[in-house]
């Protein structure tokens, strides 16, 4: 359910969690009815006797809220909240395209996805056309190989590392 309010209007947020608590922290925050969203990956884990499928957060320590000033200070009274994501002082917006590309980089179950918080090299800026990250556009750095690329996710201050094919890219102007 999209919630609107013309006087306090709702915005995405990023909030760092406890570590390891980023499902419990999205739980807690539901029972608040605060909206969340965390990012979240099937991975085969090996343990000594046994393999499982497992969830893991895609981007660790983090979580995403959409709250009002309202809701602002609610968020932190979390047990498991540490503090927002900051960008010069204030609690950093996240655009809602971002977590847009973020659910439909999600869908996309068949590439493997890395978050790194890597700071990338000012780059050519380019816009991903098809595979994981449909409709991205950011600055490029070639990583691994030769065809996994950094994409810098600029609100979050990390990047995704991802297999993705050269045709998938094209360049675009800044």
């Not at 309010?5 to 739980?27: C, D, G, M």
Request: proline share 4%; net charge positive; charged share 30%.
């Amino acid at each position: 359910m999209e919630k609107i309010n013309p006087v306090h209007p709702y915005f995405w947020h990023a909030v760092y969690v406890k570590s390891r608590s980023e499902k419990k922290a999205q739980l807690e925050l539901q029972a608040k009815e605060i909206e969340t969203f965390l990012p979240l990956q099937r991975k085969l884990r090996q343990w000594s006797d046994r393999k499982k499928w497992v969830e893991t957060p895609l981007i660790s320590g983090y979580l995403f809220v959409k709250a009002s000033r309202v809701e602002y200070d609610l968020v932190l009274q979390s047990n498991y909240v540490v503090s927002y994501v900051r960008f010069e002082g204030k609690a950093a917006i996240v655009p809602d395209y971002q977590i847009d590309y973020l659910k439909l980089m999600l869908k996309q179950d068949n590439s493997d996805i890395e978050i790194t918080r890597e700071k990338l090299k000012p780059g050519q800026m380019i816009e991903v056309v098809a595979g994981p990250l449909i409709g991205i556009k950011g600055k490029l750095q070639k990583i691994k190989g030769k065809s996994k690329v950094a994409i810098e996710l600029e609100q979050l201050g990390c990047s995704a590392l991802v297999e993705i094919e050269y045709e998938d890219i094209i360049s675009i102007k800044a």
